[in-house]
């Protein structure tokens, strides 16, 4: 069957290449069992490729249905698809056959196939790989002979890279990918789509068919229509109903169309925007220079204690690892080298020790290691409390927080005596 036949037969307009290409692609897959990814902007006519595909295929006779997977709920479209047994959900109140399972052997349509949960996904994963599925809320594997057809307006694989669509899902569906072209890339089918959308609403409305002037169909060529052929066919059928000169000019098909810019390079920002963004930028140079000056500040601080002869004494090596940090750096304050210095006895913090006297005067230190055990600190703390409550164990327990027969049992355990 020749090109021209199929489009007859599936009322297809248009004769540009990129359109007659992916028509060839859908007729010669028909005929096999492979899955099908079509590829198309919003309006393009992807499901029309989907009833060509089942029409020619072995399966023609047996049933066709077409999904919107964005227009099901997210916790309804395992039950849609796949079916449910009762009680497995509330509001269950009957089994229920899936898609699937009604469409034995026949082909479904998934459209907007970016839109399904990534739950769903791996279900029509093992639909596809093994011809098998379970109902929601049963454990019974069954199986189906579908042929699966999917249909997207968005690049999936973006959508794996934010982990929005499965990896493996992709590549199984995309088995045989058809790009249908937009209508911006068929601008020389664009008059004769306006033309045939005149006359089928003229004849719906009983009205003349509406003819466009040279200047409208140049304005028709230039437009870039977002909406593809859905938004040519809407506006068709506005001017139909709406227009009452059939002639139509450039300025009256004007009045229809969406307002649009010629220029497509980036736009650039108000100046009420360049002034916020200049002004965000001078804040955040204002921040880091005085953050430099802050630690200049601070550096210089602590190196001019540090250039204390007797400080320089004990800490040599972190005086020249300073000198090594500024190297590259502000040098502005850098202390000049420390020589001739005589070491001085700094009042300093010093650990714990218990002088030992000689002659009144202190001539040797001795440490003394503080014992640690809890043991040791909880006896001195109960004769502690013994001795401040004059021996009387009610009113030392009640002290230590303690009862008193843990007190008690405490001074059998230290051995301690009463007082």
Same mark, same amino acid.
Not at 231 to 251: C, G, H, M, P, R
Not at 337 to 349: H, K
Not at 357 to 365: A, G, P, R, S, Y
């Given at each position: 069957m020749?090109?021209? $036949?199929?489009?007859?037969?599936?009322? @297809?307009? #248009?004769?540009?290449p990129e359109l007659n290409y992916a028509l060839q692609v859908a007729v010669q897959v028909a005929n096999t069992d492979l899955t099908v990814l079509i590829i198309g902007d919003s309006g393009v006519g992807k499901e029309a490729f989907s009833s060509i595909i089942h029409s020619l295929s072995s399966r023609k006779h047996n049933p066709f249905i077409a999904v919107n997977c964005g227009a099901i709920p997210e916790g309804t479209i395992d039950s849609e698809l796949f079916g449910h047994e &009762?009680?497995?959900?509330?509001?269950?109140?009957?089994?229920?056959? #899936?898609?699937?399972?009604?469409?034995?052997?026949?082909?479904?349509?998934?459209?907007? @196939?970016?839109?399904?949960?990534? #739950?769903?996904?791996a279900r029509l994963l093992r639909v596809l790989e093994a011809g098998e599925y379970i109902r929601v809320g049963s454990s019974k594997v069954q199986k189906t002979d579908v042929r699966v057809i999917a249909a997207t307006n968005k690049d999936l694989l973006k959508l794996v890279e934010q982990n929005k669509f499965r990896e493996d899902l992709y590549y199984r569906?995309?088995?045989?990918?058809?790009?249908?072209? $937009?209508?911006?890339?068929?601008?020389?089918?664009?008059? %004769?789509?306006?033309?045939?959308?005149?006359a089928d609403f003229a004849d719906k409305y009983k009205t003349?068919?509406?003819?466009?002037?040279?200047?409208?169909?140049?304005?028709?060529?230039?437009? +870039?229509? +977002? #909406?593809?052929?859905?938004?040519?066919?809407?506006?068709?059928?506005? @001017?139909?109903?709406?227009?009452?000169?059939?002639?139509?000019?450039?300025?009256?098909?004007?009045?229809?169309?969406?307002?649009?810019s010629n220029n497509r390079l980036p736009a650039l920002s108000p100046a009420q925007h360049q002034n916020e963004f200049q002004n965000e930028r001078e804040i955040l140079y204002k921040l880091f220079f005085d953050m430099k000056k802050d630690v200049n500040e601070l550096k210089?601080?602590?190196?001019?204690? /540090?250039?204390?002869?007797?400080?320089?004494?004990?800490? +040599?090596?972190?005086?020249?690892?300073? &000198?090594?940090?500024?190297?590259?750096?502000?040098?502005?304050?850098?202390?000049?080298?420390?020589?001739?210095?005589?070491?001085?006895?700094?009042?300093? +913090?010093?650990?714990?020790?218990?002088?030992? @006297?000689?002659?009144?005067? !202190?001539?040797?230190?001795?440490?003394v290691d503080e014992s640690l055990n809890i043991?040791? =600190?909880? &006896?001195? /703390?109960? !004769?502690?409390?013994?001795? =401040?409550? &004059?021996?009387?164990?009610?009113?030392?327990?009640?002290? %230590?927080? !303690?009862?008193?027969?843990?007190?008690?049992?405490?001074?059998?355990e230290y051995d301690i005596e009463e007082l």
């Amino acid at each position: 069957m020749d090109l021209q $036949s199929i489009k007859n037969r599936f009322n @297809i307009i #248009g004769n540009s290449p990129e359109l007659n290409y992916a028509l060839q692609v859908a007729v010669q897959v028909a005929n096999t069992d492979l899955t099908v990814l079509i590829i198309g902007d919003s309006g393009v006519g992807k499901e029309a490729f989907s009833s060509i595909i089942h029409s020619l295929s072995s399966r023609k006779h047996n049933p066709f249905i077409a999904v919107n997977c964005g227009a099901i709920p997210e916790g309804t479209i395992d039950s849609e698809l796949f079916g449910h047994e &009762k009680g497995s959900f509330t509001g269950a109140v009957d089994a229920r056959k #899936g898609y699937f399972e009604t469409v034995n052997g026949g082909t479904i349509f998934l459209d907007e @196939i970016g839109e399904m949960p990534l #739950g769903t996904q791996a279900r029509l994963l093992r639909v596809l790989e093994a011809g098998e599925y379970i109902r929601v809320g049963s454990s019974k594997v069954q199986k189906t002979d579908v042929r699966v057809i999917a249909a997207t307006n968005k690049d999936l694989l973006k959508l794996v890279e934010q982990n929005k669509f499965r990896e493996d899902l992709y590549y199984r569906l995309s088995t045989v990918p058809i790009r249908v072209p $937009s209508l911006s890339a068929r601008k020389e089918d664009i008059v %004769l789509l306006f033309r045939k959308f005149a006359a089928d609403f003229a004849d719906k409305y009983k009205t003349q068919s509406v003819q466009l002037d040279e200047d409208a169909k140049n304005l028709l060529l230039e437009y +870039p229509w +977002p #909406g593809n052929i859905r938004e040519l066919k809407n506006i068709a059928e506005q @001017i139909s109903v709406l227009s009452e000169n059939k002639q139509v000019s450039a300025k009256a098909l004007s009045r229809y169309l969406q307002p649009y810019s010629n220029n497509r390079l980036p736009a650039l920002s108000p100046a009420q925007h360049q002034n916020e963004f200049q002004n965000e930028r001078e804040i955040l140079y204002k921040l880091f220079f005085d953050m430099k000056k802050d630690v200049n500040e601070l550096k210089r601080m602590f190196l001019e204690v /540090l250039q204390n002869p007797s400080v320089a004494a004990q800490n +040599p090596s972190l005086i020249n690892e300073l &000198k090594d940090l500024s190297n590259g750096h502000d040098s502005t304050y850098l202390p000049a080298p420390v020589t001739n210095y005589q070491p001085v006895q700094l009042s300093m +913090p010093q650990p714990s020790v218990a002088p030992v @006297i000689v002659d009144n005067n !202190i001539d040797e230190h001795e440490e003394v290691d503080e014992s640690l055990n809890i043991m040791e =600190k909880e &006896k001195e /703390l109960i !004769i502690k409390a013994l001795k =401040k409550h &004059k021996g009387k164990r009610k009113d030392a327990s009640l002290d %230590l927080g !303690i009862s008193e027969r843990t007190l008690y049992r405490k001074l059998k355990e230290y051995d301690i005596e009463e007082l």
